[in-house]
C-alpha cells in the first residue's frame, strides 16, 4: 500500500506544475514524447503501477475503486502497446497543444485525486 501512496505522491506533484505552468507541462509532454524510450516507459510504467494497484487494492480502504484504478491503468498500457509508438506519439504531441488551456482545471483534479489516493492507501483496514 505504500507504492501506492508514493503513486498519489507523484500525482500530486506532477499536478502540481500542471497548476502552476500549464506551458511547462505542455511543453514537457512535446519534449518528453521525443524521447526514445518514451513509448516504453508509458507502457511499463503504467502496467507495473496498474499491477501495484490490483494487487495491493484489498489493503486500501477503497478496494474497489483502487483496484478499478489497476485495472484501468494495465488497459491503458495494453492500448498502448497496440496503438505502437508513432501512434502513441502523434496522440502527446497532440494531446499537448490541443488540451494546453485545461491542464490547469485538469491538474486541479488530478491533486484531489492523488489526495484521495494517499487517504485510501494509508487508511485501510
Known sequence: MYAIAFF????????????????KWSSGILKFSGITY????EIVSRLLFGAIFIAFSEQTLYPTVLGA?????VA???????????????????SARKFN???RPAGV??????????????NGP
Not at 8 to 23: A, E, H, N, R
Not at 76 to 94: M, Q
Open 8 to 23: 498519489g505522491v507523484l500525482m500530486i506533484l506532477l499536478s502540481g506544475v500542471m497548476v502552476i505552468d500549464p506551458d
Open 38 to 41: 518514451f513509448h516504453s516507459f
Open 69 to 73: 484504478f489497476g485495472y484501468l491503468m
Open 76 to 94: 491503458v498500457g495494453v492500448g498502448l502497446l497496440i496503438a505502437g509508438p508513432s501512434r502513441h506519439k502523434r496522440f502527446a504531441v497532440w
Open 101 to 103: 488551456k485545461t491542464f
Open 109 to 122: 483534479v488530478s491533486t484531489v485525486v492523488g489526495i484521495f489516493i494517499i487517504y485510501g492507501a494509508l
